[in-house]
């Protein structure tokens, strides 16, 4: 009888510890609710470290959940005034010098935006884990003193970005903490690395990001979020193309 209980313990002891591991896909989902963010307002720099010099720009920047945004360049005073407006998968420049607005679209998402080692798209997109990948778990292990899952992500549509990331994901925080991003031949893209995080409105969100183009040379760009708002009311006028030549 008591071998009984002891096995009948050890198997009840299986069963909680597998119920308390997240399956790869409840992993991602996290993520996508943590990161995806309703009516945000920040100001942000992007210090671009080229071979020669760095260089910082400071953005003032709305965004409305995945398909709207609009940013405005506030440094330094040669790129002051030039506009970003994204609706849905439409993107527009405002360039103040020439007074032109110009839509991006097609391989000009890709060009690197100001010299940085990030495109346009990437600057537009807030990645959908959930929604744009399949996952699976590759590994526990730790990074920079986190315990993460190490996972593979393969996008689910041939218009996503990058169609493999290795994402390591913090477990308590439910974030990632760095990124490969890879084409859908394994080649290497681009990396992303988090090297601070905060709280902002009951949300953990990354606040200091290293990307960096694997394919250029450089010290890559860091992308600082100085202040950020989650959950403010923006004026619907922003999110328009008038709102580019005001």
């Known amino acids: 009888m008591k071998k009984y209980i002891i096995i009948l313990s050890m198997m009840l002891l299986c069963v909680m510890l597998f119920a308390q591991k997240p399956t790869a896909a409840k992993i991602i ?26 260089r910082t720009l400071e953005m003032l920047s709305y965004s409305a959940g995945k398909d709207k945004s609009f940013s ?4 330094p005073p040669r790129e002051q005034g030039t506009k970003m407006l994204k609706l849905d998968n439409q993107l527009w420049i405002y360039d103040p010098t020439s007074d032109r607005t110009i839509q991006i679209s097609g391989n000009m998402l890709k060009q690197s935006v100001m ?42 549509r041939s ?34 690395k988090v090297s601070e995080v905060r709280k ?32 403010v009311k923006i004026p619907e006028h922003i999110f328009s193309r008038a709102s580019l030549r005001k």
């Open 200 to 231: 902002i409105s009951g949300r953990w969100q990354p606040t200091k990001i290293l990307f960096k183009d694997e394919l250029k040379a450089g010290q890559g760009t860091e992308y600082i979020v100085v202040e950020m708002e989650i959950g």
């Open 29 to 54: 989902d996290e993520m996508s609710k943590n990161l995806i963010t309703e009516n945000t307002k920040a100001i942000t720099k992007m210090v671009v470290h080229s071979r020669r010099a760095s």
């Open 72 to 75: 405005e360049y506030l440094a």
């Open 115 to 156: 010299g940085s080692d990030l495109s346009y798209e990437d600057m537009t997109e807030d990645t959908d884990y959930a929604k744009d990948y399949t996952a699976k778990i590759l590994e526990e292990s730790s990074y920079d003193g986190r315990e993460v899952w190490i996972l593979e992500l393969t996008a689910k």
């Open 159 to 192: 218009d996503v970005s990058y169609q493999i990331r290795k994402t390591y994901v913090d477990k308590e925080r439910y974030i990632p903490l760095y990124e490969e991003w890879y084409a859908k031949n394994g080649k290497l893209l681009k990396t992303y």
